[in-house]
């Protein structure tokens, strides 16, 4: 069984800064990729960053992914919030390798932050 715990949300003032952090537990062999989302009230999930190097505009210059393989742990650093990255951020794990012989993709529960204006 395979689990993501995101950590790291909170309400925090406009300007300020957050840290998610994002183990994976289980019995692994490979994570292929691994990434943050993020879903506002009345809006679709949309993807924050990947740890390809792949960013949403909106927070290019502002967010910082990074990824422990050691550790199976994914961070999202965010700073300059601003109160539209208000939302549920969701770790996400893509192409997991199990040893049971699977391979898919998984989501954490989701984790809320609030930017107060």
């Known amino acids: 069984q395979v689990e993501l715990v995101e950590s790291g949300g909170g309400l925090v003032q406009a300007g300020g800064s957050l840290s998610l952090s994002c183990v994976v537990s289980?019995?692994?062999?490979?994570?292929?990729?691994m990434g943050w989302y993020r879903q506002a009230p009345g809006k679709q999930r949309e993807l924050v960053a990947m740890?390809?190097?792949r960013y949403a505009d909106s927070v290019k210059g502002r967010f910082t992914i990074s990824r422990d393989n050691a550790k199976n742990t994914v961070y999202l650093q965010m700073n300059s919030l601003k109160p539209e990255d208000t939302a549920v951020y969701y770790c996400?794990?893509?192409?997991?390798?199990?040893?049971?012989?699977?391979?898919?993709?998984?989501w954490g529960q989701g984790t809320q932050v609030t930017v107060s204006a």
């Open positions: 996400y794990a893509a192409r997991v390798y199990s040893e049971n012989g699977s391979r898919r993709d998984y």
């Open positions: 289980g019995s692994i062999i490979r994570i292929s990729a």
């Open positions: 740890t390809s190097g």
